[in-house]
Nanobody, 126 residues
Framework: QLQASGGGLVQTGGSLNLSCTLS?????????IGWFRQAPGKEREGLSS????????DYADSVKGRFTISRDNAKRTAYLQMNSLKPEDTAVYSC????????????????????WGKGTLVTVSS
């Protein structure tokens, strides 16, 4: 239902643009989107969110200033532009959709996910 893509291998300091696309049978416009990552042996970390109501983005401190979240409702897709990547950014990145108009990184873990999917692997070499 929700597919993350765009991962790959990149060198330190490089960039990647991840995509999160919702299946056609769902109205993407009403879903707020959250991006997460999970590195081996570590807990899942909330990175960024974008609200459906006002398009406002929010970021975890670990990625603020380096990552940018956006959405294109016509394409049923949210994006996570990742710049200045570091080896510690290596993880499986995934996205979730919430049928609520406003979320933040701090609040999205409180809500049940309406849609989720498999992640995409990002590897940053040193």
């Amino acid at each position: 239902q929700l597919q993350a893509s765009g991962g790959g291998l990149v060198q330190t300091g490089g960039s990647l643009n991840l995509s999160c696309t919702l299946s056609r049978e769902w109205n993407f416009n009403v879903y707020s989107i959250g991006w997460f990552r999970q590195a081996p042996g570590k807990e899942r970390e909330g990175l960024s969110s974008i609200s459906s109501g006002d398009g406002m983005g929010d970021y975890a401190d670990s990625v603020k200033g380096r990552f940018t979240i956006s959405r294109d409702n016509a394409k049923r897709t949210a994006y996570l532009q990742m710049n200045s990547l570091k080896p510690e950014d290596t993880a499986v990145y995934s996205c979730s959709a919430y049928k609520i108009p406003r979320i933040t990184v701090a609040t999205m873990s409180r809500y049940g996910e309406d849609h989720w999917g498999k992640g995409t692997l990002v590897t940053v070499s040193s």
